[in-house]
């Protein structure tokens, strides 16, 4: 029998660690094990009522056939208003693109652009799809590690130094997976300016999380505070986090228009358009009525404001108060060679993990997947209930150490 072997652009990536985590918690729990999941990475809330009752009506009104590739006008039409109302940015329609989730547009816009060597740089921690996405286009991730102490963003130095003749991307994600930290408008300023000495650099704004969004002044992303990057940045966004969407997979695109095109053009090839249902209810939701948003920004403040103040208190554990997204990525600094009731010593923030998985039976991420240790990646989009029990576990798993 002859044995399939892919090719090196599968062989060289991993799948993703959040999706094969999520899945092992999924296992465990149907082997009967008693496990609080705070791997998820979706909002737990359902998609509001009047968005699935659109999507019915576009069945009714026969919206079942391919769109164009850049998806339909109104789906356009309702992305450049949204655009242009929280952020005061304005796009002509030849500068929108759509595709299955925003993890399609940014995987398009690597590959669109992405030569042999090409290097893109991607700030640690990162969301863990980016580095691999790099990789299976044939690019190279150029890794900066960002510290605590500098709030786990990218310092204007750090990009400085981080630039070379072959770099192609920089990706910033704000706010971010896994950290929740977003730039304010004056470090965006100063990464601007070292962006302007370099026009050979472009730059993914990965917005997805923008508005899940904690703080007092509005969020706001590189393109508003720096208009001259404009014909530099692919602004990518998507309804999945914001509207309770992840299933439906609509996300988009904001930026130069060749560079839309050449996505369009691959768009053509490989999916044709997505859903057309989908891009009804996306439509409508980003036109609508938007108190859905208001009110799972409410409950979401509450469960990390709770979850926050549990994990600092627990000796071992510290943890940075997100300013949006709905993750928490706690310092496990304290709790690295101390020793299990079992007798093992926790060496890193994968046997950390390991730990609250087995030893309470709490499931979460170990912070080397996202690039920076020692810290572990817990998510709230779940309910207050579960929120307790998780710190409750965590707090219990920490004063058994030794
Ligand atoms: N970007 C980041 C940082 C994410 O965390 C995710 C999903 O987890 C995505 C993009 C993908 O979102 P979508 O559902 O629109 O593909």
Redesign the pocket.
Known sequence: MSTFVPASRVSNIKISP?TAAAARARELKAAGRDIVDLTV??PDFETPAAIKAEAHAAIDRGETRYTSVNGTLALRKAIIGDFSRRLGLSYADNEICV????????FLALMASVDNGAEVIVPAPY?V??PDMVIANDGKPIIVECPERDGFKLTPDALEAAITPKTKWLIL?AP??PTGVAYSKSELEAIGAVLLRHPHVFVLC?D??DQVWFKDEPMTTLVAVVPDLKERVLL??????AYA??GW???YGAGPAALVAAINKLQSQISSCPSSISQAAAAYALSSDQSFIKESVRVYKERRDYACKRLNEIPGLSCVVPDG?FYLYPNCGGVIGKTTPEGKVIENDLDFVLYLLDGVGVAALQGAAYGLSPYFRISFATSMEVIVEACDRIEKAVMSLQ
């Open positions: 959040s990475g979706e595709g299955g989730g925003a993890k399609q547009i940014l969301w799809s980016y994600n971010s997976n990965d997805i999380y990518t966004n998507g309804v999945s986090k969407m992840t997979r609509i996300g997204a």
